[in-house]
């Protein structure tokens, strides 16, 4: 069974924190990405990793960094955490294959920003 | 992507088979369709996937219309666990990696 562990399930933190979410899958899976999800707007992008050293831009990048040192694992940096980024924080990874690429999400982190 | 059109919610008696309807009228030959749900407060689990034959795993089975303008998702023997949000999902066949965007889904209630 394919496994993806995320940190925390829930963060509070103070407006102006470095706030670190980490994620590890142990699939040997190359792509890993990080997704926000809130109410009404769905899932969105923040960045995503096709291999190690690795990373693109998603949709919402701004406010983010990541950092993919080792395959397994994916961190997630809020420079300067806003209350804006108060969210449910969703980590997924999948193999790099040819066809669709099946992604596996961890369970989540709800990070609220006071 | 292709849209996807799915019912806003649905009931099924536990022990019943819920069947899971979604349109993608638009699907284009290279696209898989996918289904993933969400139990609330919890990350999206992948149900199953499928091209063009109909697809059976330990979750579900999916059937695919011949045309692929739609599809059903099959839970043979609903739980309350099962109890969550379904998205169905078209993807364009790719290398690389690319973001999943989930529609609104089906809010499945399992009934006692």
């Known amino acids: 069974d394919v496994k993806v562990t995320q940190s925390s399930r829930y963060l509070v933190k103070r407006t102006g924190e470095k706030v670190f979410l980490e994620c590890v899958q142990d699939?040997?899976?190359?792509?890993m990405f990080w997704y926000r999800q809130d109410p009404g707007l769905g899932l969105r992008l923040i960045y995503f990793?096709?291999?190690?050293?690795?990373?693109e831009k998603g949709d919402i990048p701004e406010g983010y960094s990541v950092s993919r040192e080792k395959k397994e694992r994916f961190s997630l940096i809020l420079e300067s955490a806003s209350t804006n980024q108060t969210s449910m924080y969703l980590c997924?990874?999948?193999?790099?294959?040819?066809?669709?690429?099946?992604?596996?999400f961890g369970p989540g982190t709800r990070l609220t920003v006071l | 992507d292709a849209k996807t059109t799915q019912p806003p919610s649905m009931d099924c008696a536990e022990g019943r088979a819920a069947n899971l309807p979604c349109n993608h009228s638009t699907i284009s030959g290279n696209e898989y369709v996918y289904w993933y749900r969400q139990i609330h407060s919890q990350g999206p689990q992948y149900i199953i996937h499928g091209l063009k034959n109909n697809e059976t795993n330990e979750m579900a089975s999916l059937i695919i219309t011949e045309d692929r303008k739609s599809s059903t998702l099959i839970l043979p023997h609903a739980t309350l666990r099962d109890t969550a949000v379904y998205y169905c999902?078209?993807?364009?066949?790719?290398?690389?990696?690319?973001?999943?965007?989930f529609g609104q889904g089906t809010r499945l209630t399992i009934n006692p």
């Open positions: 990793s096709y291999d190690v050293k690795m990373k």
């Open positions: 699939m040997d899976h190359e792509n």
């Open positions: 999902i078209v993807r364009v066949f790719n290398q690389g990696a690319q973001k999943l965007v």
């Open positions: 997924a990874s999948s193999l790099r294959q040819g066809g669709a690429d099946t992604q596996y």
